[in-house]
């Protein structure tokens, strides 16, 4: 069955930076793009960043643009976040998603349980 495991989550300070590893099994993790997304306590569900299939194509919501890098390696299973100049703003449950194609164009179809981020001083 599709396991999706979060990893590296914890409390950081504004302005620092914190890498999110999701470790993937289940599936051929190559075949499907991939996807970030949080949620702020008390908010809903946003969209971070997604991946194509072989880490050509990505894309990140103007939130975290310029700020959070996507990337993944396929030999390894592990889908990636890296998460720079961290505010406030940006503590929440992060997820990594498994996309239902090769593009994020058709939506996501697992989740995992979510690894916390907290950025306070």
């Known amino acids: 069955q599709v396991q999706l495991v979060e990893s590296g989550g914890g409390l950081v300070q504004p302005g620092g930076s914190l890498r999110l590893s999701c470790a993937a099994s289940g599936f051929t993790f190559s075949t499907y793009a991939m996807s970030w997304v949080r949620q702020a306590p008390g908010k809903g569900l946003e969209w971070v960043s997604g991946i194509n299939n072989l880490g050509g194509s990505t894309s990140s919501a103007d939130s975290v643009k310029g700020r959070f890098t996507i990337s993944r390696d396929n030999a390894k299973n592990t889908l990636y976040l890296q998460m720079k100049s961290l505010t406030a703003e940006d503590t929440a449950v992060y997820y990594c998603?498994?996309?239902?194609?090769?593009?994020?164009?058709?939506?996501?179809?697992?989740w995992g349980k979510g690894t916390l981020v907290t950025v306070s001083s």
């Open positions: 998603a498994k996309d239902r194609a090769w593009t994020s164009s058709y939506g996501m179809d697992y």
